[in-house]
């Protein structure tokens, strides 16, 4: 996704939204075995670019991982005084892992149409 950025804009330092169902097990106090749903954390990422893919990709991917929590706990940081940040500073760039789609189980399929908005506001900001 750098990459595919620097060809855009020229930077080598790119900022994105990066979006995680939020369940991960950051405490072993909190029991989401009988939830449903995602709990959708949002959070601010910067993708350096270094002088070789191999060493982008394992900056990154350090970086990926320093990140206290997944990013859980940006929402309350970003809302608390005095912190100097807001929602705002989220990038209106965002990226979603959704998973492996590889076969469908059951009922649970992929919708066959558009999302609507989220790729409406991609489009509009790269173009």
């Avoid at 994105?16 to 601010?44: K, V």
């Avoid at 893919?53 to 997944?70: A, D, F, G, M, Q």
């Avoid at 209106?92 to 959704?98: G, K, R, T």
Wanted: net charge negative; hydrophobic share 35%.
């Amino acid at each position: 996704m750098a990459y595919a950025l620097k060809d855009i804009n020229q930077n080598e330092v790119q900022g994105i939204t990066l979006e995680g169902h939020g369940r991960e097990g950051i405490d072993a106090s909190i029991d989401h075995s009988h939830t449903i749903g995602w709990f959708t954390s949002m959070f601010p990422v910067k993708l350096e670019l270094q002088s070789t893919v191999r060493e982008s990709i394992r900056s990154i991917k350090e970086s990926l991982r320093s990140i206290p929590n997944k990013g859980i706990g940006f929402g309350v940081f970003a809302v608390e005084k005095g912190t100097g940040y807001t929602h705002n500073d989220l990038v209106p760039i965002s990226f979603n892992y959704l998973g492996q789609f590889g076969t469908q189980h059951g009922d649970w399929q992929l919708y066959p149409k558009a999302v609507g908005l989220a790729c409406t506001r991609l489009t509009e900001t790269i173009i």
